[in-house]
């Protein structure tokens, strides 16, 4: 079992960042990939970033390059999202996964994960 508590969601300015973290716990957090994943009202769920269980591979939607990063310290057990230059379109609920069986294929899909956080909600203003 892997227990993943998102934070530090908030209602910020077009333009302006924020970081977002997940906490896990449970299982060895090292040993798994993790993802980010966020919903927006009337969409379906979309993935945002994953990176690897060492953190040496990182990938992004055409979304999210340029402007977030993942990043993870396993020390901590944590995996964060750092979003800049935020738009309003980038509103949403965001949650991160867990890839605890290390499948390697169709990983921007939600199938691909094990654990899903509870969501922090992101709200960009125009």
């Known amino acids: 079992q892997v227990q993943l508590v998102e934070s530090g969601g908030g209602l910020v300015q077009a333009g302006g960042s924020l970081r ?3 906490a896990a716990s449970g299982r060895t957090f090292a040993m798994y990939a993790m993802a980010w994943f966020r919903r927006a009202p009337g969409k379906e769920r979309e993935f945002v970033a994953r990176i690897s269980w060492s953190g040496g591979s990182t990938s992004y939607a055409d979304s999210a390059k340029g402007r977030f990063t993942i990043s993870r ?3 901590k057990n944590t ?3 750092q979003m800049n230059t935020l738009k309003p379109e980038d ?3 965001y949650y ?3 890839d605890v069986v290390g499948r390697g294929v169709f990983v ?3 199938r691909a994960y094990d654990y899903w956080g509870q969501g922090t909600q992101v709200t960009v203003s125009s």
Request: glycine content about 0%; some cysteine.
């Open 79 to 81: 995996v964060y999202l």
């Open 91 to 93: 509103t949403a609920a």
């Open 108 to 110: 921007t899909l939600p």
């Open 96 to 98: 991160c996964a867990a």
């Open 73 to 75: 310290d396993n020390a």
């Open 20 to 22: 977002l973290s997940c």
